[in-house]
């Protein structure tokens, strides 16, 4: 079976350090993969996806980047935190655009002091 | 552009009663899906139920039942005998056949009062 792991669960982080959030899915390959943010009570906002290794679509203008380095591998990262950065990241995956559903890890609560 | 709506933000119902919550969506495409997604207080996403817009029959899972009606372009979420559990955020999301992305409403958020 799938299984997708997010690390860290909890984060807290002053203004100015950088950043790297990690995801890696098991039992599947070439999967398609996500990174969201969700502010407090609020919706979900697509940050990046990808399709394949190095390939890299942004959706909204950050101070976040987005890299694939393996197949499995998705990584979230800043250079220099900013307090607007705070919130709850969720990474997903989707076996690829014919399989419609996406599987979420249990997400990254970042806090930026 | 594909948007989703979720017009209630807040949902309240007691325990062991039946709640409905609504959702709309626009989109051109003719061949897409609909989903509905659990996130309780852990904020795990959930898939709890699926809809294929080219399926006539609403999807059942369990307590959980969607109300499809393609032409209004509104796919609504019925939970019936809530239970505690049930409490959460809930996410109406949308895809076409072939999209590189999900897309969601706003969520709306259950209480359910003992």
């Known amino acids: 079976s799938q299984t997708i792991h997010q690390w860290p669960a909890t984060l807290v982080q002053p203004v100015g350090s950088p950043l790297s959030l990690e995801c890696t899915v098991e039992?599947?390959?070439?999967?398609?993969l996500y990174w969201y943010r969700q502010a407090a009570g609020r919706g979900l906002q697509l940050l990046f996806y990808s399709v394949g290794i190095g390939q890299i679509s942004s959706e909204v203008p950050q101070n976040l980047s987005a890299s694939r380095p393996q197949d499995r591998q998705f990584i979230l990262s800043s250079k220099k935190l900013l307090l607007s950065d705070s919130g709850f990241y969720l990474c997903?995956?989707?076996?690829?655009?014919?399989?419609?559903?996406?599987?979420f890890g249990q997400g990254t609560r970042l806090t930026v002091v | 552009a594909q948007t989703v709506t979720q017009s209630q933000p807040e949902m309240s119902v007691q325990e062991a009663e039946t709640v409905t919550l609504s959702c709309t969506y626009d989109t051109s495409e003719s061949d897409y899906y609909l989903f509905w997604y659990k996130q309780p207080p852990s904020r795990q996403m959930i898939l709890v139920i699926r809809?294929?817009?080219?399926?006539?029959q609403n999807a059942t899972e369990n307590r959980f039942s969607v109300n499809f009606q393609k032409a209004a372009k509104s796919f609504s979420l019925k939970i019936s005998d809530s239970q505690l559990g049930d409490a959460a955020m809930y996410f109406c999301?949308?895809?076409?056949?072939?999209?590189?992305?999900?897309?969601f409403g706003q969520g709306t958020r259950l209480t359910i009062n003992p």
């Open positions: 809809q294929e817009a080219y399926k006539q």
């Open positions: 999301a949308y895809c076409y056949q072939g999209a590189q992305k999900l897309v």
């Open positions: 039992g599947t390959s070439n999967p398609n």
């Open positions: 997903a995956w989707r076996r690829d655009r014919v399989s419609t559903e996406a599987f």
